[in-house]
């Protein structure tokens, strides 16, 4: 079974730039979320999906960062402009489900400087 | 506020040297608690999931235990590639499949 894939691996962007990741959860997964894991910390929840639909982005900066989940499958991470502070390893994960039992299966992530 | 804390941030083990984590947490609800393992460069690698006190779960060197504030996980006899973050997250009792991540613990197993 093929995992979650994300694209690209690293990226380097100067301040105030903009800049897109790319993720698709493995074939089937209803739930798809976004993580973002600052260096030294645990991940850190920015939004998740049910299919096509926000179930939670309480914790997404969202005078910045914006994300979306067409047809219920891909989804891109968007942010701009960029800060310092968002230097993170962005993770996407997929679940079956949203709750219940189901764990989350993680992407290898993005690596983002911001400089 | 729900809140995971992981001890120790850092631990040095020599091969063959028992040792445990601690995950300790606050949350209105657990739905269940979660280990992931987390090698560096990759994204992490679910372990285990307990879902109520007195619940044990084992996989080769390790064994995940659970009470009602915190859970350990036991690393019997480690080997080097062992050596990885360990993290821990909890799930709360909603329709959500939201994971609120403690800050890790990384083992270095030496051989």
């Known amino acids: 079974e093929a995992g979650v894939a994300q694209s690209p691996r690293y990226k380097i962007i100067e301040k105030r730039q903009s800049v897109a990741f790319w993720c698709n959860p493995i074939s089937g997964h209803a739930t798809l979320y976004w993580y973002q894991q600052i260096l030294g910390q645990g991940p850190k929840l920015l939004i998740q999906?049910?299919?096509?639909?926000?179930?939670?982005d309480s914790q997404l900066p969202k005078d910045r960062f914006s994300a979306e989940r067409l047809k219920g499958v891909d989804s891109t991470l968007k942010i701009q402009p960029a800060k310092l502070e968002d230097s993170a390893v962005y993770l996407c994960?997929?679940?079956?489900?949203?709750?219940?039992?189901?764990?989350?299966?993680f992407g290898q992530g993005t690596r983002l400087t911001v400089v | 506020e729900d809140q995971v804390t992981q001890s120790p941030e850092a631990l040095r083990l020599q091969e063959g040297e028992s040792s445990s984590l601690n995950c300790s947490y606050t949350?209105?609800?657990?739905?269940?608690l979660f280990w992931y393992r987390q090698d560096p460069g990759k994204g992490p690698e679910f372990l285990f999931t307990?879902?109520?006190a007195g619940e044990e779960k084992e996989k080769e060197r390790l064994k995940a235990t659970l009470t009602k504030k915190e859970s350990f996980l036991h690393i019997t006899a480690p080997k080097p590639e062992d050596s990885a973050t360990y993290l821990c997250a909890v799930r709360r009792s909603s329709n959500t499949g939201k994971l609120i991540f403690g800050q890790g613990t990384t083992l270095q197993v030496k051989p």
């Open positions: 999906f049910q299919n096509n639909g926000v179930v939670d």
């Open positions: 307990l879902y109520s």
């Open positions: 994960a997929s679940s079956p489900l949203s709750g219940g039992d189901t764990e989350a299966f």
């Open positions: 949350v209105s609800g657990l739905r269940g």
